[in-house]
């Protein structure tokens, strides 16, 4: 199985921070990357798929780059609705796996 | 609008089993890959497998293989994770996810299913 390993494991920053999360996998994956954004007590949202490319709707202070073994995700300026947990999602071969998560929190 | 809508909690004993149940509505399931997913309690998003309704074909994560099932009913366009033996553990919130492809971007509500003696 690929594993995806995501840092940090939790993050606090201020609004207006520019935010990284990196995930890291333990073989190529090309670009089969997406990153997911889980609010408190909500259901997963579909943020970045291709590593890269932004979901229609998602806004633009979302962002994603990286390919083969090493990804990032960043927020430009961090909003006080972006806290949430979010999580990488390798899905170049099966099984399936996810990163453990990043859980960001507002100073 | 483009929906799935999850069966409701489950309270099982161990050694028992569960199916949730995924209906798709707006969308008809044969053209699109379901995942499941779970999430236990304070912890993060596990992928547990996925089956391409149109054909039957599955993939199971290793994890649960030999305990999970997959399943389609495509008369009522609904989709249906069974998991067996069930053990503590397996308490968590399980999701349902429409592959787009290469993302899951419609999801369930969730189903908690609770496994306690």
């Known amino acids: 199985d690929i594993q995806m390993t995501q840092s940090p494991s939790s993050l606090s920053a201020s609004v207006g921070d520019r935010v990284t999360i990196t995930c890291q996998a333990s073989?190529?994956?090309?670009?089969?990357l997406n990153w997911y954004q889980q609010k408190p007590g909500k259901v997963p949202e579909l943020l970045i798929y291709?590593?890269?490319t932004l979901e229609t709707g998602v806004p633009s202070r979302f962002s994603g780059s990286g390919s083969g073994t090493d990804f990032t995700f960043t927020i430009s300026r961090l909003q006080p609705e972006d806290i949430a947990t979010y999580y990488c999602?390798?899905?170049?071969?099966?099984?399936?796996?996810f990163g453990q998560g990043t859980k960001l929190e507002i100073k | 609008q483009e929906l799935l809508v999850q069966s409701g909690a489950e309270v099982k004993k161990p050694g028992a089993s569960v199916t949730v149940s995924c209906k798709a509505s707006?969308?008809?399931?044969?053209?699109?890959?379901f995942h499941w997913v779970r999430q236990a309690p304070g912890h993060g998003l596990e992928w547990m497998g996925w089956?391409?309704?149109?054909?039957?074909?599955?993939n199971y994560a290793p994890k649960i293989q030999g305990r999970v099932t997959m399943t389609t009913d495509t008369s009522i366009n609904t989709v249906y994770m069974e998991l067996n033996r069930l053990k503590s553990d397996d308490t968590a919130v399980y999701y349902c996810a429409r592959d787009r492809p290469r993302g899951m971007d419609v999801w369930g509500q969730g189903t908690m299913v609770t496994v306690s003696s």
């Open positions: 999602h390798q899905y170049d071969d099966l099984p399936f796996t």
């Open positions: 089956i391409n309704p149109d054909s039957g074909d599955t």
């Open positions: 073989q190529d994956i090309s670009n089969s």
């Open positions: 707006g969308f008809t399931v044969t053209d699109y890959h």
């Open positions: 291709d590593a890269s």
